[in-house]
């Protein structure tokens, strides 16, 4: 993530406060997180929100925010990756036209890719790049090969630990289209490996997951037991990363328009956040809840974070 510059006065206090907390056999941790900051009522619109407004945890204790900045301007790097189950029913093809529509929206500086989940890798259907026309131009309707996914959380790993881009300050979001059900294990299970692996994975790369549930081929995507596995996995990935699921019932939705246009909402309200916290001495990832007093507002934030020294966090 970006280094954020901050009036220097503020920083110092800030943490010469955190600091006097401290223990003696404990140091100064640090972390940042991609957060989103958007009005509870539609059509209304976010006010002025500081870092005084906001009461951080982690790890269970209270922690001192030292930035909080929002992602607009010369800020707003992002770098998106759509990332489809090549093992989803054909139908998913009707979403195509959405889909083009929802990337070409995207700001003309943003950098996108498309990568398909093929036996529990992200295969990548071109480079990041700011040519969204040619992002469109790489679409094609799933192969529908029951189980050819392998895991989705794989795929997730695999593209956590490869991520396409290289633009240190950029962040880094991923909507995934899937059932959510790893095929290795197709009951609910929340200490699921592959899921937990993921999860891991994707903190450390510092990536914002998202989700749209869409059934796959094969007849155990038929059960009503496999879907509501496979969604409360993806929920599992999403609230640990900071994103958000979208599901509409077992069944699936008829059109993705809704869930696009909150997905560009969300993109368009994100901020970056920075603390300083108790750090034991070696990078880890630490649970985080984050709560915001500002009215007619709410926050979604990674319940899972990347503490370490300074720069640790940073991509």
Not at 103 to 110: F, K, M, V, Y
Not at 190 to 207: E, F, H, K, M, T
Not at 246 to 274: A, K, M
Request: glycine share 10%; proline share 5%.
């Amino acid at each position: 993530m970006r280094k954020v510059n901050v009036f220097a006065g503020f920083m110092a206090a800030t943490l010469m406060l955190a600091a006097s907390s401290f223990g003696q056999d404990e140091k100064e941790g640090r972390g940042q997180a991609v957060v989103t900051i958007v009005p509870k009522h539609a059509g209304d619109s976010v006010g002025s929100v500081s870092a005084q407004d906001l009461k951080l945890k982690v790890n269970g204790k209270d922690t001192a925010v030292t930035s909080l900045t929002p992602l607009r301007g010369s800020q707003d790097a992002l770098e998106l990756v759509v990332l489809l189950d090549d093992s989803s029913r054909a139908s998913l093809g009707n979403q195509g036209n959405e889909i083009a529509s929802f990337i070409q929206s995207l700001p003309p500086t943003a950098r996108v890719a498309l990568v398909y989940m093929r036996f529990g890798r992200a295969v990548m259907a071109g480079p990041l790049t700011a040519d969204h026309s040619q992002v469109v131009r790489q679409l094609h309707i799933p192969a529908g090969s029951p189980g050819s996914n392998g895991s989705p959380y794989f795929c997730i790993s695999d593209l956590a630990k490869h991520w396409p881009g290289g633009d240190g300050a950029a962040r880094r979001e991923v909507l995934m289209v899937t059932d959510g059900v790893d095929e290795y294990d197709r009951r609910y299970d929340p200490d699921d490996p592959y899921v937990q692996a993921s999860v891991n994975d994707a903190v450390r790369a510092g990536l914002v997951v998202y989700t749209i549930y869409f059934r796959g081929q094969g007849r155990a995507d038929n059960t009503r037991y496999a879907n509501d596995a496979g969604q409360n996995l993806m929920l599992q990935l999403t609230d640990a990363t900071g994103g958000r699921s979208f599901w509409e019932g077992f069944g699936n939705p008829v059109s993705f328009q809704p869930y696009l246009d909150d997905l560009s909402r969300r993109l368009h309200n994100q901020y970056e956040l920075s603390f300083v916290t108790r750090f034991s001495g070696k990078p880890a990832i630490e649970q985080m809840k984050l709560k915001l007093s500002t009215p007619g507002t709410q926050v979604d934030a990674p319940q899972e974070v990347l503490v370490g020294y300074a720069g640790i966090a940073e991509k």
